[in-house]
């Protein structure tokens, strides 16, 4: 009999997280016994929040959310990882006379408090020796975001580069990119996750759910077009939309770009690196948590139980890092 | 300004002076095609971005060009709205009736009730979803919660208008309180509950929009915001549009239920 | 035959106790019909409530056929200064609207309501809304709703008081013709000096308040009456007394 | 149900048989203390967690902790929703001026008034700021915008409410019409107008919460949103809280007007 | 004097043209003073008001003084049904609100406004607004604000309807008082036949819509007038004539 599971994702549907949807089409989750209902999600935060509440099953979110909420001490457990780069960062107009992290003192920055980038603003302002005392930070809705930036509302905005670079793309708005991680700061992105209970009590259930995801990750590696096509079955308003075949091309391509890591490349899709996962706790803990919060060991809340079935050859991988070099090159 | 005319009836001036329904429909349909058209023009004329502002030609384009899938996703916008008032309305009208019928409930809810009328609810619509989820059932909720208490205010004044006079006669007949609540109170109150249940359906389809911009995967709200997310502004104005279409349905159909029940309750 | 013995009234407000009525004793026959003048505000409507039984009394007893008045009393027909007819209903069931308040069987009296409806003439609007009458008719529609559970007394509070000048006099005729043909006791109240004369057996005159019977004078016209009287001596007489009875109650009290 | 009672007069029922002030101030403030105490109960028996709903007793302790950040983030709110008001007023009862003075306008401009004050404004305040930027400017334009409409409507209806004699003995006087308007239809006008100002100042306030949603660097939307991001439900409720207590300032300040000006106008 | 001659007024009504006065003649000479007499919706208001000037008659002329009337006369004291003063305003000053429309010198007027209130027996409430009064004081205030600019005629459309009839006897006395102070030329509507005969010169009764003028009775009673007379068998004949009068008219109309 089939098990009727509900996963959300961190936010709209996006190339980025097109697999969760390309995973019911090609039907690696019927395969599996699984009757999966994919939701939209409301920002990262809530989504964790929402996981652990029970109003979901399993929930595709940044690990910076996932390490937050345990901290809180909501029931989070992750089960794989599946991209390695948030792409957090600071997008800019081309034009712009911002060459450097440095050179962002005494501008205006625009930034979405709900979004997965923003409380390690301090943090890669720090470790870049930013002074952050002359930036006045402006607070926008993701649905002027990027809008501001392009208009010259704001000189710059924190962003995940995954979501923001491809709206800039479609209003034919010239970019560049400077990554939290060229300070050091960096995120796990997409963590599949879910609540301990269910991990302990349906175990096979979740690891198929994981299996058949991370599945789907790798067709959408090996056959990005065909990918976006399955996509847009599924989700039909990215087809309506003027620029949304594009938008998700682009998404896919960039959130692909980060899975050029040595963590999927040499163990497998879905690998953790718990020396990273380590990093981005201390990471939380000191920007991201409140006073009451607890550290939660990296070991209660992620394993490679599930992970690195799925593996692709050399030959496989240097195709796609050809496929996706300019998508790197948008990331700066 | 024109020479002081004299309205034939206080509330509804001039209208009969300005003659047939011909001037009195056309001129404002005249009026906002004038708008659209200049609208029209000047973004034609500046050069404006379609992102910024489309003009109205490429709306309507784009309401053609995405016509079943606009339709699709009214359909859960306006049932969700449609349920919302429903509930709203059953839950007002019912509290109203325990209102009146107990004076201590009155006296002790009443105030509150007008507290909740006046403060901006709206800011609460993040917390149903921690509370309720993401589900069409906050949604739904968030919907009840604000357009219940117009219906609780007026439902309140219509049933505290019956002529006291008619309320002694009932009495002196030893009429039942649920007689006189069925026979006199409650018809009575029909015109105010029904100005209540119109405001009541604008506020529930507001409830339904904030909600879809939080959590939903269908309706206009979501369809709204997934344009913005792909800073897609034709199809957030098409959206738009045809959000007012579902509006001025709804509001049609509780103003023509209105006009109907006013008609045989003969006021 | 309804007695009132030292009857008072005092309402409670929020700026203190307001004395309505202050004490009032007198007695109606079976099948006489009084009438009640005194200035506006008086406690006329209030002593009108308490014969109904919708108000206690502060003070004293109402005794009808003996018995003290404890509740509404359901053997008497009520009628208001506006007619106070439901909207939506017809005339005929406007009419019918105290059987089914009562819970009777609608059916014993629907020929009865169009008897009554025919007899005040308004054979032709049996089935016409409130709105679609004038307010003549209205007013009738609602002497007849008083009538159609056979009270045993009619309690008519200023019912032509909204009513022009000639509509007025029409309704007095309309109700003499109504008195003449079912007798039941009334009580009258009205601010019309000649109507009061008119249409009653005996006229009570109350002081401003807290109010007190001050004069309660015969009306010695032979019944059935006509408008005729009105344009006689003997009628002019008696309006013109009870005018300066009243003139003088009001100059005394101020 | 209890027995029926008698309103004295129609629309204040039995309020005045519940008896004194006592009874009208302190039961529905111990309905409230009674809520209160319930959901501190529930909340602490069941172990709610904080984040998803804290008790009043937590929210109060923030209240408390935050205060001075709260008080400072009550201010641009405040003073934008009271700006916003103040232009929705004044643009709202030009218009209906000029409505009620020019009968082309009138029948040309009403039934698009009409038309909006129906449909859901409220999904285009993301338009408003990528017309008009992220400043102050583009909230106090929505709150202009969805304020705007009550004022007009409910001016207009005071302005055609003077009765018509009053009207004919000015024209028999050869008043001229900026005479009557200032001495006859204007203050004629001022009930109707304030029961418009008194929906608009609350619309006035969820126009400017909704654009400090959508963007801003102060105000208590930016409080409430910024600390939804930390998931801190208490801070989210206790700016809520504030949110409310703005909201009846500004709306008993209206309301105090109100009252002094229906006084020397003597409704 | 003012002269009507075939007078019609036809109002444009979205369910056809309604015919409101057709056809009316008669004269009105200087410092005499007329009532009109006729049913409910007869068309005596527009009468009034195309004496006022507010209306412009259909078809036929009004002269005044010799005269066409073409626009609003400022010579004329308008009293309404409701004494539409304006509540924020204090007796006094509802009582020069026609000096200030009329931009006139309001010190000129203050001295007439308060000797006018006097008059009516309002020297104490002078300062008060029209809700701190009763139905017929404020109805004595409508009526000093008609004469406070020395008009040539009061236009009175059933000034005292809306008053209890106590108050309205005692209204009746107040304005023939005033009349006979100021002796202006008076046009005066309304339903109640006495009423009419106790303060005119001469009585016109209209039919039915449209209206035609049906009778035009002259009132022999001399003046000074006062209440006294109502109970003379003269003025009781005169009131039973016209109430024949009116019944034949409505009968032959309907
Ligand atoms: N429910 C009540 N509570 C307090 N006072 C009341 C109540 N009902 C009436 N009164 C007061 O009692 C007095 C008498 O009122 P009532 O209505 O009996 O007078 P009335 O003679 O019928 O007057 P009118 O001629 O104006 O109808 C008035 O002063 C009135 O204000
Ligand atoms: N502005 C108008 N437009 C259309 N019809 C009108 C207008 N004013 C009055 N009428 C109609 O003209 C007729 C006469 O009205 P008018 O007010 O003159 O009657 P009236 O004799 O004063 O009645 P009442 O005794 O009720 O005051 C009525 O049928 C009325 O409906
Ligand atoms: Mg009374
Ligand atoms: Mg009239």
Known sequence: ?332 | ?267 | MISLRGVRKTYASPAGPVEAVAGVSFDIKEGEFVSILGPSGCGKSTLLMMLAGLEHASAGTIEVAGEPLTGPRRDAGLVFQDATLLPWLSARDNVLFPIKMMRLEREKYVARAEELLRSVGLGDFMDKRPRELSGGMRQRVALCRSLIHEPSIMLMDEPFSALDAITRDEMALVLLDLWARHRKTGVFITHSIREAVLLSDRVLVMTRRPAVVVADVAIPFARPRDESIQDTPEFNAIVAQLRGMIEHSIKAAA
């Open chain 2, 1 to 267: 300004m024109s020479d002081m005319a004299l309205p034939a009836t206080p509330n509804q001036p001039r209208l009969s002076l300005a003659g047939h329904w011909v001037s009195q429909i056309l001129l404002p349909v005249a009026f906002a095609a004038v708008v659209l058209g200049l609208w029209e023009g000047l973004v034609r004329w500046y050069q404006v971005p379609e992102v910024i502002l489309p003009p109205p030609s490429v709306i309507g384009a784009r309401i053609v060009s995405a016509w079943p899938f606009l339709l699709q996703h009214s359909l859960p916008t306006a049932i969700e709205a449609t349920v919302g008032f429903l509930i709203a309305a059953a839950f007002g009208i019912v509290l109203s009736v325990v209102l009146v019928y107990s004076r201590w409930a009155y006296v002790a809810l009443y105030p509150n009730v007008v507290f909740f009328q006046l403060i901006p609810k709206i800011a609460l619509a993040p917390l149903f979803i921690v509370w309720l989820g993401i589900g069409s059932s906050s949604r739904l909720a968030f919907s009840v919660f604000i357009a219940f208490f117009p219906v609780v205010i007026s439902t309140l004044t219509g049933l505290n208008s019956t002529p006291p006079d008619m309320l002694r006669l009932c009495k002196a007949l030893t009429a039942k309180s649920w007689q006189v609540f069925l026979s006199v109170r409650f018809p009575y109150a029909l015109p105010h509950i029904f100005s209540g249940l119109k405001v009541a359906v604008t506020f529930a389809i507001i409830g339904v929009i904030v909600g879809e911009f939080i959590t939903a995967q269908a309706g206009l709200g979501y369809l709204v915001l997934f344009a913005s997310s792909q800073a897609e502004t034709p199809l957030i104005l098409a959206a738009i549009a045809m959000l007012c279409v579902v509006g001025l349905v709804l509001y049609g159909i509780v103003a023509g239920a209105e006009r109907l029940i006013l008609k045989r309750y003969g006021h």
């Open chain 1, 1 to 332: 009999q089939t098990a009727n599971i509900k996963l959300t994702l961190p936010w709209l549907a996006q190339g980025s997280t097109a697999y969760a949807y390309i995973a019911k089409e090609m039907g690696a989750f019927t395969r599996r016994g699984l009757n999966v209902e994919v939701s939209r999600g409301f920002g990262s935060v809530a989504a964790a929040q929402a996981v652990a509440q029970g109003q979901f099953d399993y929930a595709i979110v940044g690990a910076g959310p996932v390490i937050l909420a345990a901290a809180r001490g909501l029931p989070i457990v992750g089960t794989a990882t599946v991209n390695y780069d948030m792409t957090m960062g600071i997008a800019l107009r081309e034009d712009s006379p911002i060459r450097t992290a440095k050179d962002l003192e005494g501008k205006k920055l625009g930034a979405v408090p709900t979004s997965a980038e923003f409380p390690f603003w301090p943090a890669f302002a720090q470790r870049a020796g930013i002074n952050m005392a002359g930036i006045t930070v402006v607070q926008m809705d993701n649905r002027v975001l990027e809008r501001g930036l392009i208009d010259r509302q704001v000189d710059a905005i924190t962003a995940i580069g995954s979501s923001s670079i491809p709206v800039m793309q479609a209003q034919r708005a010239a970019h560049r990119f400077i990554p939290y991680s060229s300070a050091g700061v960096n995120f796990y992105a997409n963590v599949i996750c879910t609540r301990p209970e269910v991990l302990a009590a349906r175990k096979s259930q979740a690891e198929a759910v994981t299996e058949a995801l991370l599945e789907a990750a790798a067709l959408q590696l090996k056959e990005p077009e065909r990918a976006i096509d399955m996509f847009i079955k599924q989700v039909p308003e990215i087809g309506i939309t003027q620029g949304g075949r594009e938008n998700a091309r682009l998404s896919q391509g960039l959130m692909q770009w980060t899975m050029l890591a040595p963590e999927a490349m040499d163990h497998g899709l879905g690998y953790t690196d718990m020396a990273k996962w380590n990093a981005m706790t201390d990471l939380v803990m000191q920007y991201g948590a409140p006073n009451d919060a607890r550290r939660p060991a990296p070991e209660s809340l992620i394993s490679n139980d599930f992970a690195g079935k799925i593996k692709l050859n050399a030959s496989e991988w240097g195709t796609i890092r050809t496929n996706l070099a300019p998508f790197g090159a948008m990331l700066g």
